[in-house]
């Protein structure tokens, strides 16, 4: 076997490592959780920093960033549980997509837009849409390996799955 092949089989089990998964579904859903919570009292102000970005027409930002923080809470519930878990990655693939192209926007005029609004008002990200580009694609990994990886560990679907099977034998 090739050393290029051996360092790509290690490389996938560090990856398909069911304590990896954990990690990142316990994360992905606990930034989801904590981001969508942190937005709900001030959805106005959340409302006002989407339509800042110019991306989408006023009524689509609008119904945008007023149904983002109820998504983001239940995917990081069902990450969290681990239930739905590939599903639940595969929608977070798509909001995180959403995060890259508002801030690959936000490079592209200039970096003007001062408010990211990431996490509502608790913890405002003053930080340059370059550096929170660069979470968003450490969030879209994390999604991914979620996404790919086949066995769930310490997750309540499977669970779930096999007491309704033993439920059909009897």
């Keep these: 076997m090739s050393r290029v092949a051996i ?5 996938w089990q560090v990856l ?10 316990v994360g992905l859903g606990g930034i989801f959780i904590f981001s969508g919570i942190a ?6 102000r959340f409302a006002w920093s989407v339509n800042e970005y ?4 006023h009524s ?13 809470v239940a995917l990081g519930i069902l990450l969290l549980v681990g239930l739905f878990s590939r599903f639940s990655a595969f929608i977070s693939i798509f909001v ?11 490079l592209a005029q200039g970096d003007t837009i001062p408010y990211c609004g990431c996490f ?3 913890r405002p990200l003053l930080i340059r849409h370059n550096l929170s580009l660069g979470i968003d694609f450490v969030l879209l990994a994390m999604a991914f390996q979620i996404l790919f990886h086949r066995r769930d560990f310490l997750a309540l679907g499977p669970w779930l ?8 034998e009897e």
């Design 96 to 106: 995180v997509l959403s995060f890259i192209i508002a801030n690959s926007v936000a």
């Design 7 to 11: 360092n790509a089989n290690r490389v």
């Design 54 to 57: 110019g991306i989408l027409p």
């Design 161 to 168: 799955s096999q007491k309704a099977a033993e439920a059909e």
């Design 16 to 25: 398909s490592h069911p304590y990896l998964t954990l990690a990142t579904r």
């Design 120 to 122: 509502g008002d608790v």
């Design 60 to 72: 689509l930002a609008d119904a945008y960033a007023y149904s983002l923080p109820a998504l983001e």
């Design 39 to 44: 937005k709900m009292p001030y959805l106005d």
